[in-house]
């Protein structure tokens, strides 16, 4: 197993556009989750899902974020009409169920809004 | 609901020892501890779920005091390769278990 994948590693789009990323988790792992990082910041929670159901999805989060898992396989975020304050790491991890593991972070897709 | 985490930043020369701590306002039911290096994603340290539980991994281990809501990270003998960004990351009691990480501590190991 490579560990977590995450597609593409660096974006760049101009403000307005949608934007889509894509995660492939640890095949054992049915927890796959979204956060986004900022320079000097600690990861901030998007949502997570088990199998292919989204459990929780962070109350920061605007209607222009939406993430699905069909299939309970790879995962995709899309930002729509993206702004300047999207620009950040995104970072996908993934894990066993329950609350008793800890996560295997992917190396991210970092996104530039200019 | 975010940890915070003390202190912000610690510059140790090898083999010296650091404790890097991490406090909630909520009742908690597990703490992560997570070491990031620079451009690099968080790598998994430890998770601790019971009140009073210590744990070690290496030269590095942390406990878990349930009461006060707080867990500490022992870095001893400290290595260049220890070197990086420390993240707690908490799961609240009663939550639907997603993991809120704090700000983080950067730790710089010199020779």
């Known amino acids: 197993d490579t560990g977590v994948s995450q597609n593409p590693r660096h974006k760049i789009t101009k403000r307005g556009q949608n934007v889509t990323f894509r995660c492939d988790p640890i095949?054992?792992?049915?927890?796959l989750y979204w956060y986004r990082q900022t320079l000097g910041q600690g990861p901030e929670f998007l949502t997570y899902?088990?199998?292919?159901?989204?459990?929780?999805k962070s109350r920061l989060l605007s209607d222009r974020f939406s993430a699905e898992r069909p299939k309970g396989s790879f995962s995709t975020l899309e930002i729509q009409r993206t702004e300047q304050g999207d620009s950040a790491m995104y970072l996908c991890?993934?894990?066993?169920?329950?609350?008793?593991?800890?996560?295997?972070f992917g190396s991210g897709t970092r996104l530039t809004v200019v | 609901q975010q940890p915070v985490q003390s202190p912000q930043a610690v510059i140790l020369r090898e083999g010296e020892d650091a404790v890097i701590n991490c406090s909630s306002s909520k009742a908690l039911y597990s703490v992560h501890w997570y070491r990031q290096k620079h451009g690099e994603a968080p790598v998994f340290l430890m998770i601790?779920?019971?009140?009073?539980e210590q744990k070690g991994h290496e030269k590095i281990s942390a406990s878990f005091n349930e009461k006060k809501q707080q867990s500490s990270l022992y870095l001893t003998a400290s290595q260049l390769s220890y070197s990086g960004t420390y993240f707690c990351g908490t799961v609240l009691r009663g939550s639907q278990g997603n993991l809120i990480f704090g700000k983080g501590t950067k730790l710089s190991v010199k020779p």
């Open positions: 899902f088990q199998n292919e159901a989204q459990l929780e």
């Open positions: 095949s054992e792992h049915n927890r």
């Open positions: 601790l779920l019971k009140g009073g």
């Open positions: 991890a993934s894990s066993f169920p329950g609350q008793t593991f800890g996560y295997t």
